[in-house]
């Protein structure tokens, strides 16, 4: 590779690890997502480090950042911009809203109305803006972190599954362990790491490794082992709504990105099984799975077991 893939994401790695303690596989998917050109949301109750993770890699590249903070009251504008009324021209010219950065942290999306969530479906899909008439590329690389509080439903506004379909992969970061939380405590006792954090990479780096990833070899029978699972997804008796052809490229995707930061030029099933849940899960919808969290995952871990495994055969 014409970029050192493995190495740009041991830095970025280790940058962020001065500021999260353990969540090691959390960080990994993050990354992978974002050398996948990817988009994360990050699912859990508060308190738990989604904030600080973006924060820590957001610092971590000499890049724009962005938050924004979704309320209900939040316009379609108040994200992308608008075009403002000039008394001196005479004219309208066009302000670009928050969504004008290379990582945005999009907190807490689900507490905005539909109509403000849907103003990132063309941000996170298209890498664009339009606004009358008028379309505006925004800059690149262009990563979005969407937040979302799982327990509170008041006042709140699920998205919907077109817009989930947009994440490439959706985490938990969990609570830490006792000796994690020990560590967290000594960390911020006198400081705050974040603050300290100096990029180590750049946002022209990162656009190359994010080519350099689409060069990596996935075999044929890789590529029909992802379609088998998707397609496995959607025959689950209890399943509305499986796997979509958007998710099965994305899953080849955050793959070839995972097998690329461990160093390697080609996928293997390893990476395929290590990154299907995350990227499967939240994009199926189930009869029976109101109330009953993790449902969704069982059922891509069922899939998965009953599509056989691909072998390299050895000629003799």
Do not use: W
Request: glycine share 6%.
């Amino acid at each position: 590779m014409d970029v050192s893939i493995k190495a740009l994401a041991d830095s970025l790695r280790g940058n962020i690890s001065r500021v999260i303690v353990g969540k090691e596989e959390v960080v990994d998917k993050v990354l992978a997502a974002l050398l996948a050109g990817g988009n994360v949301l990050l699912e859990d109750v508060p308190g738990t480090g989604k904030t600080l993770l973006t924060r820590a890699l957001a610092r971590s590249l000499d890049a724009r950042f962005s938050r924004i903070q979704f309320t209900p009251d939040l316009l379609p504008g108040d994200v992308t911009g608008m075009s403002v009324f000039s008394p001196k021209t005479a004219e309208f010219t066009f302000k670009p809203g928050p969504v004008f950065a290379n990582v945005v942290l999009a907190d807490e999306i689900n507490r905005a109305t539909p109509r403000a969530q849907s103003s990132m479906l063309e941000c996170m899909e298209e890498k664009q803006v339009s606004c009358d008439g008028v379309t505006y590329p925004l800059p690149q690389p262009f990563f979005v972190i969407a937040t979302q509080n799982p327990v509170e439903t008041q006042g709140t506004f699920p998205l919907p599954e077109a817009q989930l379909d947009r994440f490439m992969v959706k985490l938990s970061m969990g609570y830490p362990t006792v000796e994690e939380q020990a560590r967290i405590l000594a960390r911020f006792k006198e400081d705050v790491p974040q603050e300290q954090l100096a990029p180590v990479a750049s946002a022209e780096r990162i656009l190359q490794a994010q080519a350099a990833v689409r060069q990596v070899s996935v075999h044929e029978d890789l590529l029909r082992y992802i379609g088998a699972i998707c397609e496995k997804t959607r025959k689950i008796d209890d399943v509305l709504l499986g796997a979509s052809p958007r998710a099965a490229l994305a899953l080849m995707r955050v793959c070839q990105a995972r097998a690329a930061m461990e160093g390697r030029d080609y996928v293997t099933p390893e990476d395929v099984k290590r990154m299907v849940e995350p990227v499967l899960a939240h994009r199926m919808i189930l009869r029976t799975a109101y109330g009953q969290r993790g449902r969704a995952a069982e059922a891509v871990q069922q899939a998965l077991a009953s599509v056989p495994v691909p072998t390299e055969t050895i000629d003799r």
